[in-house]
Nanobody
Framework: QLQAVESGGGSVQPGGSLTLSCTIS????????VAWYRHTRERTHEVVAT???????KYSDFVGGRFTVSRDIIKNTVYLRMNDLRPEDTAAYYC??????WGQGTQVTVSS
């Protein structure tokens, strides 16, 4: 089963930026879809963004143009670039390839 390892989380001030990485144990050019989720006590497994094997991307409405999902096929890695971070973006972020298992997640904390 495909596995994902997330990294890149941290603590930033409002308006700051972070880039999350998700390295997958498989050829991501063959994986139909990889999704970024976030999890808080109030909202579990909220979809943030997705990227397909064809490179197509989609974002949830709350992203509002602030985040960008991309991939490096050579490195089997999917990225989530997050700009203009807000306190409400505080969450554990996970990526999950279609048919794969959940990783351990990476924590993002946005506060002043």
């Amino acid at each position: 089963q495909l596995q994902a390892v997330e990294s890149g989380g941290g603590s930033v001030q409002p308006g700051g930026s972070l880039t999350l990485s998700c390295t997958i144990s498989g050829d991501i050019s063959e994986i139909y879809l990889v999704a970024w989720y976030r999890h808080t006590r109030e909202r579990t497994h909220e979809v943030v963004a997705t990227i397909t094997k064809f490179g197509g991307t989609k974002y949830s409405d709350f992203v509002g143009g602030r985040f960008t999902v991309s991939r490096d096929i050579i490195k089997n890695t999917v990225y989530l670039r997050m700009n203009d971070l807000r306190p409400e973006d505080t969450a554990a972020y996970y990526c999950k390839p279609a048919g794969g298992s959940w990783g351990q997640g990476t924590q993002v904390t946005v506060s002043s």
